[in-house]
T-cell receptor, first 112, second 110 residues
Framework: NAGVTQTPKFQVLKTGQSMTLQCAQD?????MYWYRQDPGMGLRLIYY???????DKGEVPNGYNVSRLNKREFSLRLESAAPSQTSVYFC???????????FGQGTRLTVV | EDQVTQSPEALRLQEGESSSLNCSYT??????LFWYRQDPGKGPEFLFT???AGEEKEKERLKATLTKKESFLHITAPKPEDSATYLC???????????FGTGTRLLVSP
């Protein structure tokens, strides 16, 4: 049982480049989330999908887009990367009526 | 706005030296308070959920407690393998998101 799987684990981008972070979960959860983690800032919610077919903005959505491809997969896209988007990105999932969220191992992104 | 504050930011203990981590929170209506453990380079690992004041949960050397304003993570006789960052988060009623504190970095020396 893999849980929540994120790809890639590491990525270096140049300013202005685009990329998509992939996330898949095998726990049959309805809700999925993207967080970023920065030193001294804690985990901050970028976007979430309460259920398949819906997405909503979180605390820091600017510069990002998301796609809930199906129940298992939730991707995060950076259209034009900026140095301020250098961070560690975590995907998480939970039951829609549940409370706990389970996290992937993270993607460490550096924008130069 | 929901807020979570954790203290101390960092804590260094000797092996066997018990202590507590604090998580203070303000939330419009508490649906759950969570404790996670995060090792360097890894994602947060779920430890406990607490739902109402007075509730307690235990796992090995860890015990989490909850009041109406704060939660404590008590670590009894810690071992070096307990070294990690411990994160606290809350979820309020009617909202999907978890709001996290910035964590307490725990280092247990042998």
């Amino acid at each position: 049982n893999a849980g929540v799987t994120q790809t890639p684990k590491f990525q270096v981008l140049k300013t202005g480049q685009s990329m998509t972070l992939q996330c898949a979960q095998d726990m049959n959860h309805n809700s999925m989330y993207w967080y970023r983690q920065d030193p001294g800032m804690g985990l901050r919610l970028i976007y979430y999908s309460a259920s398949e077919g819906t997405t909503d903005k979180g605390e820091v959505p600017n510069g990002y887009n998301v796609s809930r491809l199906n129940k298992r997969e939730f991707s995060l896209r950076l259209e034009s990367a900026a140095p301020s988007q250098t961070s560690v990105y975590f995907c998480a999932s939970s039951e829609v009526g549940g409370v706990e969220a389970f996290f992937g191992q993270g993607t460490r992104l550096t924008v130069v | 706005e929901d807020q979570v504050t954790q203290s101390p930011e960092a804590l260094r203990l000797q092996e066997g030296e018990s202590s507590s981590l604090n998580c203070s929170y303000t939330v419009s209506g508490l649906r759950g308070l969570f404790w996670y453990r995060q090792d360097p380079g890894k994602g947060p690992e779920f430890l406990f959920t607490l739902y109402s004041a007075g509730e307690e949960k235990e796992k090995e050397r860890l015990k989490a407690t909850l009041t109406k304003k704060e939660s404590f993570l008590h670590i009894t006789a810690p071992k070096p393998e307990d070294s990690a960052t411990y994160l606290c988060a809350v979820r309020s009623t009617g909202f999907q998101k978890l709001v996290f504190g910035t964590g307490t970095r725990l280092l247990v020396s042998p």
